[in-house]
């Protein structure tokens, strides 16, 4: 599906301001990984006590639980985030050339960049980071970091969108007409849950999508028409969304909907990955009063397809794609296997010795 606007000739961009939310409740380390809430790991720890062992039949505070924000009895650990984990698969070498192409650039844009470099010594760590450092700092000066943040801000928009609400007014009218088909492009959805973070705790990892949402298309008295599900009119005849394997979208049935800005020329299995992730996740409620209450399953959501709802960032177009979830869960199974092995692998070569006075042939 392709839906497209006239670029307007006049009044360039405006800079603007909000980016997306997501969920600010959810505690988070110092490399933005989410902290979730897990059981203290000692068997006798109840409610974060432990029995005594130097006054039999009492009880003394667990050392294990209770810390950094965690509640008694609770610890918190540190998930990986979805696109980290599932980032071991993904073929890196066109971002990694379009990286180096973006540092030549922020160097040329200011040639300050260059000055001490020759003077550092590349294998030596305090030398390596101030190098690397130097590096992220020219490459973000030739512009690598543009389509990320104009992302987030997107994303931020269509967030104002869905909630009903009104676009800042420093928007720019490639923002206007952006968000302008996002609307048209997903008026037939009906959002379920929008920016929360869903995790997996067998693969102790995390993300947020973008929306879970259903169908809610109907025709009634002439035209299409959305109603939520306790809203249907008598005579309202609802209109299916068929699968590329031919299966029907139900009305009670959720889908993992997620907006790209970008190509999806060469992401695609990554796409899929992540939302499988999501599909085969659980809510999670940081504030929850007890543990067992963190996990929110999502009921009746779709694991074999997902939709992504691409909009290339001021072009004023959107394409919506079928991802498919079932190759994508097969890929996360290898992803874990894959991060197994690599912590693994410092144990792949043992060091030995001939021994003494051995006689070699030669």
């Not at 109907?218 to 699968?243: K, M, S």
């Amino acid at each position: 599906m392709t839906v497209t606007f006239a670029k307007p000739k006049t009044s360039p961009p405006v800079p603007g301001t909000r980016e997306a939310g997501g969920d600010d409740k959810v505690l988070r380390d110092k490399k933005e990984r989410p902290r979730i809430r897990l059981a203290c790991p000692v068997p006798e720890c109840d409610g974060g006590r432990v029995p005594s062992e130097k006054r039999p039949g009492n009880t003394v505070k667990c050392k294990r639980c209770g810390k950094d924000e965690a509640k008694p009895g609770e610890v918190l650990r540190s998930y990986s985030r979805v696109t980290t984990y599932i980032d071991v698969l993904e073929d890196k070498s066109q971002i990694m050339a379009w990286q180096n192409r973006m540092t030549l650039i922020g160097v040329a844009l200011e040639p300050d960049l260059l000055r001490g470099v020759l003077d550092k010594d590349p294998e030596l760590k305090e030398d390596k980071d101030w190098l690397n450092r130097r590096a992220e700092v020219a490459k973000d000066k030739g512009g690598a970091n543009e389509k990320s943040k104009k992302g987030t801000f997107k994303h931020g928009l269509s967030e104002l969108i869905d909630l009903g609400e009104d676009l800042p007014e420093d928007v720019s009218f490639e923002d206007i007409l952006d968000m302008d088909v996002y609307k048209r492009g997903t008026e037939f959805f009906s959002i379920k849950h929008m920016e929360e973070l869903v995790l997996i705790d067998e693969l102790k990892v995390a993300g947020t999508p973008d929306r879970v949402s259903s169908w809610a298309c109907y025709w009634y008295n002439g035209a299409l028409r959305v109603f939520e599900l306790d809203e249907v009119p008598q005579g309202a005849v609802y209109v299916p969304l068929i699968t590329p394997d031919g299966k029907e979208i139900e009305p009670t049935d959720k889908l993992i909907t997620d907006l790209k800005t970008g190509t999806v020329e060469y992401g695609g299995l990554k796409m899929c990955m992540q939302l499988s992730i999501y599909s085969h996740g659980k809510r999670y409620n940081q504030e929850a009063p007890k543990l067992i209450q963190s996990r929110i399953p999502i009921t009746e959501v779709r694991q074999d397809w997902g939709i992504i709802m691409n909009i290339p960032a001021d072009s004023g177009e959107m394409e919506l794609y079928w991802a498919d979830l079932t190759l994508g869960w097969r890929a996360v199974q290898v992803a874990g296997q894959v991060r197994e092995l690599r912590n693994l692998s410092r144990d792949a070569l043992t060091k030995f010795e001939i021994p003494t006075g051995l006689a070699i042939a030669s």
